[in-house]
């Protein structure tokens, strides 16, 4: 595989936690909580948190270090209005819808940073973690419904299988540093992306790899606040879309596995991401 060099170093994620609120930092974004307000209704007009955290901005090429986001909070709702509803990265100011397609519903938000020469971290993208809430019931449901959401959160059986997992989940990233170009974020995702399907598949991936790199061509631009959606449908078919225009397909579940492992693995991007999602998915098995 090819190997990019990069003149400054890049810390290795750390584990998450549920989005803190900005009226409450304290306070956590929790689904369970969502699916309480859900059930009183709409009548409220929801109280929209904001969450805090910090950041930077990133340089030519993106090979990021981790940092802790929030989300804002979902207020009064019901599922039907819960697309209209949106979740802010706190310190970009990046909004998520609530839910995108028909029930994929944001579990988790986080912010790829990257260290230059060891002394500035720089904001490269904010990302969302979607996932189908009924696909993630089933899971739960098949092996361990016995299990208290604390034991969930901590199970590594139960993170692998969630990585594995032939459920539809989309990671949504938006651009945060202006001057990242397309050949940034190949380069970028050859490293990362190229590193983990050699830790799940071993050497031989290169032709795998090179499938969904080249999905990201020069001519597309992704200026500040762009969106680029990575989608698993079923069948571990990953879909790429550039600013909500789908850009190609490559079936693999050790792509698919390899791409969600950067994000909710156990050396994601951002840790308290990563943590957030997976006390959300815990919640929603205690609601199951």
Same mark, same amino acid.
């Given at each position: ?107 988790? %938000? *986080?912010?790829? @940073?990257?260290?230059? &020469?060891?002394?500035?971290?720089? $904001?490269? =993208? ?5 996932? !189908? ?113 789908? %850009? *190609?397909?490559? @079936?693999?579940?050790? &792509?698919?596995?390899?791409?969600? $492992?950067? =994000? ?5 991007? !951002? ?18």
């Amino acid at each position: 595989m090819v190997s990019f060099r990069f003149p400054f170093s890049f810390s290795q994620p750390s584990l998450p936690k549920p989005p803190r609120s900005t009226s409450s930092s304290s306070s956590r974004f929790s689904v369970s909580a969502v699916a309480v307000t859900l059930t009183v209704g709409a009548a409220a007009a929801g109280a929209a948190v904001a969450a805090s955290r910090n950041t930077g901005n990133p340089i030519l090429d993106w090979i990021f270090s981790s940092h802790r986001t929030s989300l804002l909070p979902w207020g009064s709702m019901t599922l039907a209005d819960a697309s209209s509803e949106s979740v802010a990265e706190p310190k970009t100011g990046f909004s998520f819808p609530a839910t995108i397609g028909d029930s994929r519903r944001l579990l988790g %938000v *986080g912010l790829r @940073k990257k260290s230059v &020469l060891g002394l500035k971290n720089i $904001d490269v =993208y904010a990302f969302g973690i979607y996932a !189908d809430c009924d696909d993630v019931k089933k899971l739960v449901g098949e092996k361990y419904s016995s299990l208290a959401a604390s034991e969930l959160r901590g199970n590594k059986a139960f993170i692998d299988q969630l990585t594995e997992a032939d459920i539809k989940m989309t990671i949504r990233l938006q651009i945060v540093y202006g001057k990242l170009n397309i050949r940034s974020v190949r380069n970028a995702f050859q490293e990362s992306v190229g590193n983990r399907l050699k830790k799940f598949g071993g050497l031989d991936n290169d032709e795998l790899l090179q499938s969904f790199t080249s999905l990201f061509k020069d001519e597309y631009k992704i200026p500040r606040s762009s969106i680029i959606d990575l989608t698993q449908e079923p069948g571990h078919v990953l879909s790429v879309a550039i600013e909500g225009n789908h %850009v *190609g397909s490559v @079936k693999s579940k050790l &792509l698919c596995r390899s791409i969600f $492992d950067l =994000y909710i693995g156990e050396d994601p991007f !951002d840790k308290n991401a990563r943590e957030d999602f997976l006390d959300n998915v815990a919640s929603l098995a205690v609601h199951k």
